[in-house]
């Protein structure tokens, strides 16, 4: 017969709260396994001559959290040798020994049976229901909590925060959200519910694992600081039948301008290494993805969910050294296996067949640019710098026909060559060639301002007189 240990939530520890079904439960386990005996519920135990074993000592021969779950799943299936274990945690829908302890099970053919009751949660949400209205509401411990993701467009119970430094760590996630005057419930399962601003989270007189903090949901519009769910809710109103009218009738084609000019200032506050500035520039090409996602969903063409699916599934698939089994020691190999799975997602067998999946539809330079990275999975394309250069120089001795015209094709070669010369030096010649130009905008600008000073206009120069003057301006003279 397969054996069966049964898990039962104690919650704070008042017997008078527990289901009878639960003392039950402790009256006959055999044997009794609590995952702490500081617990006020141990006063009962003894009170009723119920023996119990506990699983503290394993608090202190662990690192982490996550071999603490493990030990004490491990150390449940070793005592429980009597004819009715029972495992006994504040609460088990919450408590991740148990998720460990239903793995275990699972791998060693033993039932493990969650007993309805009252829990831990069940105490801490009704004392603080006053605090917030029927909702979505999300409840972890505190260290569970600062591993996922926090939402404060929901309800949030805190469980287990034990100690002052775990409340801070909490207090500096949730602040990246909220404000810190931002009113939290604060309660001790000894004590009553009373509410703090959540600067004070980590400033309480004592902290144990029957201390618990519930967050109640807020709308965006009483917010200084937002989230993602935010923003999708933002752009819902502007193009909202009663929103914004200019909002309303952007399509994806009246858009495309300002999606090149808004990747482009992320790069050029990149260029400018103000990080500041870049992440204001983000918000604002994140804003055009999302714009570019809620036309999607008013046409039912795609949502954003879409796009956040196919990039994920994207990049799961393209990183099978990180998310599967495949070995990359060097970034060149990763390259390699990035287009080798391109070509299979898209059914071209040859890096010919690849080259057509570059759309023409690209700027020139960077239809050059995706061209050289395709053909670069050929190792005989792969040439040193030296030797393209060499390239460039001998058609650059074909510029000019016999007749003084421009050979449109040695042109046309010696701008795809620099574009490749710039991919084999690891350089954009996008940036590089956009860099250029606004050098050489400022360069000439500031001549010209110091030729007015000298009574002077750029007209007046002859070419020879522009380079020099460009040099000294260039050479900061």
Same mark, same amino acid.
Request: with cysteine.
């Given at each position: 017969?397969?054996?069966?240990?049964?898990?039962?939530?104690?919650?704070?520890?008042?017997?008078?709260?527990?289901?009878?079904?639960?003392?039950?439960?402790?009256?006959?386990?055999?044997?009794?396994?609590?995952?702490?005996?500081?617990?006020?519920?141990?006063?009962?135990?003894?009170? /009723?001559?119920?023996?119990?074993?506990?699983?503290?000592?394993?608090?202190?021969?662990?690192?982490?959290?996550?071999?603490?779950?493990?030990?004490?799943? %491990?150390?449940?299936?070793?005592?429980?040798?009597? /004819?009715?274990?029972?495992?006994?945690?504040?609460?088990?829908?919450?408590?991740?020994?148990?998720?460990?302890?239903?793995?275990?099970?699972?791998?060693?053919?033993?039932?493990?049976?969650?007993? $309805?009751?009252?829990?831990?949660?069940?105490?801490?949400?009704?004392?603080?229901?006053?605090?917030?209205?029927?909702?979505?509401?999300?409840?972890?411990?505190?260290?569970?909590?600062?591993?996922?993701?926090?939402?404060?467009?929901?309800?949030?119970?805190?469980?287990?925060?034990?100690?002052?430094?775990?409340?801070?760590?909490?207090?500096?996630?949730?602040?990246?959200?909220?404000?810190?005057?931002?009113?939290?419930?604060?309660?001790?399962?000894?004590?009553?519910?009373?509410?703090?601003?959540?600067?004070?989270?980590?400033?309480?007189?004592?902290?144990?694992?029957?201390?618990?903090?519930?967050?109640?949901?807020?709308?965006?519009?009483?917010?200084?600081?937002?989230?993602?769910?935010?923003?999708?809710?933002?752009?819902?109103?502007? &193009?909202? $039948?009663?929103?914004?009218?200019?909002?309303?009738? +952007?399509?994806?084609?009246?858009?495309?301008?300002?999606?090149?000019? %808004?990747?482009?200032?992320?790069?050029?506050?990149?260029?400018?290494?103000?990080?500041?500035?870049?992440?204001?520039?983000?918000?604002?090409?994140?804003? +055009?993805?999302?714009?570019?996602?809620?036309?999607?969903?008013?046409?039912?063409?795609?949502?954003?969910?879409?796009?956040?699916? /196919?990039?994920?599934?994207?990049?799961?698939?393209?990183?099978?050294?990180?998310?599967?089994?495949?070995?990359?020691?060097?970034?060149?190999?990763?390259?390699?296996?990035?287009?080798?799975?391109?070509?299979?997602?898209?059914?071209?067998?040859?890096?010919?067949?690849?080259?057509?999946?570059?759309?023409?539809?690209? $700027?020139?330079?960077?239809?050059?640019?995706?061209? /050289?990275?395709?053909?670069? +999975?050929?190792?005989?394309?792969? &040439?040193?710098?030296?030797?393209?250069?060499?390239?460039?120089?001998?058609?650059?001795?074909?510029?000019?026909?016999?007749?003084?015209?421009?050979?449109?094709?040695?042109?046309?070669?010696?701008?795809?060559?620099?574009?490749?010369?710039?991919?084999?030096?690891?350089?954009?010649? %996008?940036?590089?060639?956009?860099?250029?130009?606004?050098?050489?905008?400022?360069?000439?600008?500031?001549?010209?301002?110091?030729?007015?000073? +000298?009574?002077?206009?750029?007209?007046?120069?002859?070419?020879?007189?522009?380079?020099?003057?460009?040099?000294?301006?260039?050479?900061?003279?």
């Amino acid at each position: 017969m397969k054996k069966e240990i049964r898990v039962v939530s104690i919650g704070p520890g008042d017997p008078d709260l527990l289901t009878g079904t639960t003392l039950k439960e402790l009256s006959c386990a055999d044997p009794l396994i609590l995952r702490t005996d500081h617990h006020p519920i141990t006063a009962w135990l003894g009170k /009723n001559g119920i023996p119990f074993q506990s699983l503290d000592a394993l608090y202190e021969q662990t690192d982490d959290f996550d071999a603490l779950y493990d030990r004490m799943a %491990e150390a449940v299936t070793e005592k429980a040798t009597g /004819n009715h274990p029972v495992y006994a945690v504040p609460d088990c829908a919450t408590d991740r020994s148990v998720d460990r302890l239903i793995l275990r099970g699972a791998e060693g053919g033993m039932s493990i049976t969650c007993v $309805p009751g009252f829990s831990y949660a069940d105490y801490f949400l009704a004392r603080c229901r006053s605090a917030y209205s029927a909702g979505s509401i999300r409840i972890c411990s505190a260290w569970d909590f600062l591993s996922g993701a926090y939402d404060p467009a929901d309800h949030q119970l805190i469980t287990e925060i034990d100690t002052g430094i775990l409340a801070g760590d909490l207090k500096t996630a949730l602040g990246d959200v909220l404000d810190d005057e931002t009113e939290i419930s604060w309660m001790e399962a000894d004590g009553g519910e009373k509410r703090i601003p959540l600067y004070m989270l980590d400033r309480q007189k004592a902290y144990s694992h029957l201390c618990a903090a519930f967050i109640p949901a807020s709308d965006f519009a009483k917010r200084t600081r937002y989230t993602l769910r935010d923003l999708l809710a933002i752009m819902d109103r502007l &193009r909202a $039948p009663d929103g914004c009218p200019w909002d309303r009738i +952007q399509t994806h084609e009246t858009l495309r301008p300002y999606m090149v000019e %808004e990747a482009w200032e992320c790069v050029a506050a990149i260029d400018e290494k103000d990080t500041d500035h870049l992440a204001d520039e983000l918000g604002d090409l994140l804003f +055009q993805i999302v714009f570019h996602a809620s036309i999607g969903k008013a046409f039912d063409e795609f949502t954003m969910t879409d796009v956040i699916t /196919n990039i994920c599934r994207k990049m799961l698939k393209r990183h099978p050294h990180v998310f599967g089994t495949a070995h990359m020691e060097t970034s060149t190999e990763v390259a390699d296996s990035w287009e080798t799975i391109k070509r299979r997602e898209t059914g071209s067998r040859t890096v010919g067949e690849s080259l057509a999946d570059v759309s023409p539809a690209l $700027p020139a330079l960077k239809y050059a640019i995706k061209m /050289n990275k395709k053909v670069q +999975q050929l190792p005989v394309w792969r &040439r040193n710098p030296a030797e393209i250069l060499r390239d460039i120089q001998e058609e650059a001795g074909r510029l000019l026909t016999d007749d003084g015209r421009m050979n449109e094709e040695a042109m046309g070669r010696i701008l795809f060559l620099c574009s490749h010369l710039c991919h084999r030096c690891e350089a954009d010649s %996008e940036i590089v060639l956009h860099e250029f130009v606004d050098r050489f905008k400022k360069r000439f600008t500031r001549m010209e301002e110091a030729l007015k000073k +000298q009574g002077k206009t750029v007209e007046s120069l002859t070419f020879p007189e522009l380079c020099v003057y460009l040099s000294r301006v260039e050479d900061g003279n």
